[in-house]
């Protein structure tokens, strides 16, 4: 019973062509978040969504985006990739309010750039 | 800014032993949520146990335990009879109560590997 589905879960890009990653959940949860993970690091958020609302982090660099069209959609467009952003993006999602809610995190897409 | 430091990069842990990794947090906030969260191989992060800041007790969950200090702002995961499929990167996360979205701040992880 998959709950958080990311698309591709590999992806290869070649440096400076627009890529997007694609994650849907099944929870209807009001938030999903977009993070970044590189080998053997922490994952670092890059947004997320409440809702419709779209909060960034300070320190996300302006070549990622996303959009959020529905619900159960989220997508993370990044313009024109770096090797530096060759990483593991995970997609999570979770209930909004306040509370201990757990985040629930999908399989992960690995990108590679070239 | 809230910040979490795992020590540990990496344990090890015999089959059917006790293993414990370490966490600390820094924060200004008196109530909080605390996680720790599993990464095996290849495979998606789940959930392992969760803490309330303003519950004393301990949280539990089967073989997992917390050791939670407040005042020393120490979070540690305790693993009693581990398993092979116990191996994994396990990551200690904190969340503020402020705010509507469950925001985590994760440790760098501890990999931990289980052997025969």
């Known amino acids: 019973d998959a709950m958080v589905i990311q698309n591709p879960r590999y992806q290869v890009t070649q440096f400076g062509k627009p890529v997007t990653l694609s994650c849907s959940q099944t929870l209807n949860h009001n938030v999903m978040y977009w993070y970044q993970q590189k080998s053997s690091q922490a994952p670092k958020l890059l947004f997320h969504y409440y809702d419709k609302d779209f909060n960034n982090e300070a320190d996300t660099p302006d070549n990622f985006q996303s959009r959020r069209p529905n619900t159960s959609f989220c997508f993370l467009d990044i313009r024109s990739p770096g090797l530096g952003d060759a990483a593991m993006y995970l997609c999570?999602?979770?209930?909004?309010?306040?509370?201990?809610?757990?985040?629930?995190f999908g399989p992960g897409t690995r990108l590679t750039v070239t | 800014a809230q910040t979490v430091t795992q020590s540990q990069p990496e344990m090890s842990v015999q089959e059917a032993e006790t293993v414990t990794l370490s966490c600390t947090y820094d924060?200004?906030?008196?109530?909080?949520?605390l996680f720790w969260y599993k990464q095996p191989p290849s495979r998606q992060m789940i959930l392992v146990i969760r803490?309330?800041?303003?519950?004393?007790q301990n949280a539990t969950e089967n073989r997992f335990s917390v050791n939670f200090q407040k005042a020393a702002k120490s979070f540690s995961l305790k693993i009693s009879d581990s398993q092979l499929g116990d191996a994994a990167m396990y990551f200690c996360a904190y969340r503020s109560t402020t705010g509507t979205a469950s925001k985590l701040t994760f440790g760098t992880g501890t990999r931990l590997q289980v052997t025969l």
């Open positions: 803490q309330e800041a303003y519950k004393q």
């Open positions: 924060t200004s906030e008196s109530d909080y949520y």
């Open positions: 999570a999602t979770s209930r909004g309010g306040g509370g201990s809610y757990e985040q629930y």
